[in-house]
T-cell receptor
Framework: QKEVEQNSGPLSVPEGAIASLNCTYSDRVSQSFFWYRQYSGKSPELIMSIYSNGDKEDGRFTAQLNKASQYVSLLIRDSQPSDSATYLCAATGGFKTIFGAGTRLFVKA | DTAVSQTPKYLVTQMGNDKSIKCEQNLGHDTMYWYKQDSKKFLKIMFSYNNKELIINETVPNRFSPKSPDKAHLNLHINSLELGDSAVYFC???????????????FGPGTRLTVL
């Protein structure tokens, strides 16, 4: 059974701090990895995608991938209250995308 | 302008009824999906179609039947609704599942189904 695991949280950080979200996956076939943000009552929207080992930066967001450790993370710098949402990690491989259960992030003003 | 649209947004119905949810995408994508998100926010794949052909059929009761009349539409029909079917159902699309390793999925707004 392929799995993507995340700490459900909630993760609470003060405004301006770095939020660190982590994800592990069980299937070594997984090739592509995604972070989606989902606000309450809304649909998931893509934040970052990564498929090579290392870091990928986009504005305040940095995704990190370590395939040997089967580990993906998302760092959010200068966290804002508007970043408060559930962050879903997803892994794609073997023609299937598996989502984690999500980590709830609260950014306190 | 909506990329992936679903109707209805809310659906409240009695146990035992049959209902349908419609999904349309105007992105020109080849692949479409149905996901179920339960009260714990766990997003689980139900079905996936590529160019109108079923490519993923997870362990879903056969009361759920998807239909893709063309590659821009993927509808979900549910027979004999049960209390446990209450959830948010998301439709999504991606460019081409088979040829793109990094295949971003674009989600519709969701349909909140409540079975009484």
């Amino acid at each position: 059974q392929k799995e993507v695991e995340q700490n459900s949280g909630p993760l609470s950080v003060p405004e301006g701090a770095i939020a660190s979200l982590n994800c592990t996956y069980s299937d070594r076939v997984s090739q592509s990895f995604f972070w989606y943000r989902q606000y309450s009552g809304k649909s998931p929207e893509l934040i970052m995608s990564i498929y090579s080992n290392g870091d990928k930066e986009d504005g305040r967001f940095t995704a990190q991938l370590n395939k040997a450790s089967q580990y993906v993370s998302l760092l959010i710098r200068d966290s804002q209250p508007s970043d408060s949402a559930t962050y879903l990690c997803a892994a794609t491989g073997g023609f299937k995308t598996i989502f984690g259960a999500g980590t709830r992030l609260f950014v306190k003003a | 302008d909506t990329a992936v649209s679903q109707t209805p947004k809310y659906l409240v119905t009695q146990m035992g009824n049959d209902k349908s949810i419609k999904c349309e995408q105007n992105l020109g994508h080849d692949t479409m999906y149905w996901y179920k998100q339960d009260s714990k926010k766990f997003l689980k794949i139900m079905f996936s179609y590529n160019n109108k052909e079923l490519i993923i059929n997870e362990t879903v009761p056969n009361r759920f039947s998807p239909k893709s009349p063309d590659k821009a539409h993927l509808n979900l029909h549910i027979n004999s609704l049960e209390l446990g079917d209450s959830a948010v159902y998301f439709c999504a699309s991606s460019q081409d599942y088979f040829t793109s390793v990094a295949d971003t999925q674009y989600f519709g707004p969701g349909t909140r189904l409540t079975v009484l």
